[in-house]
């Protein structure tokens, strides 16, 4: 092999290298989105409660949203003050087709417990008022319950989805959707859209 071609054959190979190198700083981040929810769960709850005077929070042990149709009333409510980027609605979607069981990864600074369901219809008697003095007894130190959704994100994980619903024996029902966005390296919540009943 002459010096030419060795020349030629060192060139070609070196911009095959940095083409692979351009290549490979532009893909999107290698995040799992499964992990990740509960970063932006963590970041979320502890925006809420960490601050009060909340001892225990209880969680539903299996994720859930608003039926679809309050759904799509909802997310086109959000949407009519907040745009929300449409592969990220695709994404909370697609994710909360089912209920999904949560982990007992957080971390967000409170105690919590993970319910079963069955066991909060169990302190539901047809008069709701003795259906709450049941779960005061059971659980005292908490303050009602709540859902989770599972959360959604956008193609680059730079912003979150995710739902919450609270219920209170002192309180109107709550709920709300809070679009996180990746700041720093952690999540804050940018927008909500709540509502209460």
Known sequence: MN????????????????????QNSTALPQIDPDIEEYVVYNALLESKFASGNISQVLFIDHTRVNNQALLEQDLASFQSHTPLDGELINSF????QQP?????????????????????????????????????EKYPNAVGFIYL????????????????????????????????????????????????T
């Open 3 to 22: 010096v030419t071609t060795r020349f030629i054959l060192i060139l070609t190979i070196g911009a095959c290298m940095c083409a692979s190198c351009q």
């Open 93 to 96: 979607k697609e994710r909360n």
């Open 100 to 136: 999904y069981p949560l982990e007992p990864s957080l971390d967000f600074g409170v105690e919590y417990k993970l319910l079963a369901q069955e066991k909060v219809d169990e302190l539901r008697p047809l008069d709701e008022a003795s259906g709450w003095k049941l779960f005061n």
């Open 149 to 196: 959704s599972r959360v959604g994100f956008n193609a680059d994980f730079s912003q979150a989805l995710v739902y919450i619903e609270h219920y209170r024996y002192d309180q109107p029902l709550q709920g709300g959707y809070y679009l996180m966005v990746k700041q720093d390296g952690g999540w804050v919540v940018e927008n909500s859209y709540e509502w209460m």
